[in-house]
Nanobody, 120 residues
Framework: QVQLVESGGGLVQPGGSLRLSCAAS????????MAWYRQATGKQRELVAI???????NYADSVKGRFTISRDNAKNEVYLQMNSLKPEDTAVYFC??????????????WGQGTQVTVSS
């Protein structure tokens, strides 16, 4: 069994910054892609940023230049540095990881989500 636990959400004023963290634990052989998704009230969950094991990244157009995803493979952790936050960034942010629990088996896991609210 694998668990993903997010932290770092909260209330921030427009233009402010937050750093989200996500730690994976459990029966982990290796982790391929890790990602952050978000879901605003009444909207579908959307991909925010994704990072490969080797460090390749991709971002949603709405966050390019403001958000940075990174990871620490030794710690099985992924981070999302969010700068210049806007009210439209308000959402529950979810961590996602493609985890190998053995050579031949992988499963997508999700964290429980952390609330980010951008408001004055």
């Amino acid at each position: 069994q694998v668990q993903l636990v997010e932290s770092g959400g909260g209330l921030v004023q427009p233009g402010g910054s937050l750093r989200l963290s996500c730690a994976a634990s459990g029966s982990i052989f290796s982790i391929n892609d890790m990602a952050w998704y978000r879901q605003a009230t009444g909207k579908q969950r959307e991909l925010v940023a994704i990072i490969t094991r080797s460090g390749g990244t991709n971002y949603a157009d709405s966050v390019k230049g403001r958000f940075t995803i990174s990871r620490d493979n030794a710690k099985n952790e992924v981070y999302l540095q969010m700068n210049s936050l806007k009210p439209e960034d308000t959402a529950v942010y979810f961590c996602n990881a493609d985890v190998h629990t053995s050579w031949y088996q992988n499963t997508i896991y999700w964290g429980q989500g952390t609330q980010v609210t951008v408001s004055s």
